[in-house]
């Protein structure tokens, strides 16, 4: 899967979504983690208080790898009058 982020909600999503598919249940991910279950859930809900430290390891829990990339440019059009 490869998606480009543009919210701290969508981290979140993802997250969510790799951790049900994987079964793992929010307590023993954020025992993992050493937070408490709701600290996850609400990350979960919005990632904006997430550190990056804690993102990388919740990436590598989960089987995913947090990657940077130049951004892919639009084709430019040109407007035929």
């Known amino acids: 899967m490869r998606q480009p982020i543009t919210t701290p909600a969508q981290v979140g999503e993802i997250l ?12 023993q991910l954020a025992e993992k983690l050493g937070i408490s279950q709701s600290r996850l859930s609400i990350l979960e809900a919005n990632a904006a208080g997430l550190t990056l430290e804690r993102l990388l390891l919740l990436a590598k829990l989960l089987g995913l790898e947090v990657v940077l ?8 059009t040109k407007a035929e009058w």
């Open 16 to 27: 969510r979504a790799r951790r049900k598919a994987r079964r793992i249940p929010q307590q």
């Open 69 to 76: 990339q130049d951004k892919a440019e639009a084709p430019t």
